[in-house]
Nanobody, 120 residues
Framework: QVQLVESGGGLVQPGGSLRLSCAASGSIFSINDMGWYRQAPGKQRELVAEIISSGSTNYADSVKGRFTISNDSAKNTVYLQMNSLKPEDTAVYYC??????????????WGQGTQVTVSS
């Protein structure tokens, strides 16, 4: 079984920065992609950023130029550096990963979520 554990959320003022981390653990053979999604109250969950095994990245238009996704493949960890935060970035942020386990089973897994609140 695979587990994703997120950390780094919190309360920050507009214009501030936060860095989220997500570590995958378990019987992991390889990771195809990892990404961050967010869900604000009353809204659907949306993709924020993703990074695939080749290193290619993809961002939502609303965060381009402000957020940066990166990973440490040796640690099975993905990061989201969030700069110039805005109140509309307030949401629960979820980590997601497409993982192949040593058994050959492929699983797309979600983390438990971490709250990010941008407010003065």
């Amino acid at each position: 079984q695979v587990q994703l554990v997120e950390s780094g959320g919190g309360l920050v003022q507009p214009g501030g920065s936060l860095r989220l981390s997500c570590a995958a653990s378990g019987s992991i053979f390889s990771i195809n992609d990892m990404g961050w999604y967010r869900q604000a109250p009353g809204k659907q969950r949306e993709l924020v950023a993703e990074i695939i095994s080749s290193g290619s990245t993809n961002y939502a238009d609303s965060v381009k130029g402000r957020f940066t996704i990166s990973n440490d493949s040796a640690k099975n960890t993905v990061y989201l550096q969030m700069n110039s935060l805005k109140p509309e970035d307030t949401a629960v942020y979820y980590c997601n990963a497409d993982i192949i386990m040593y058994t050959g089973w492929r699983e797309r897994t979600w983390g438990q979520g971490t709250q990010v609140t941008v407010s003065s």
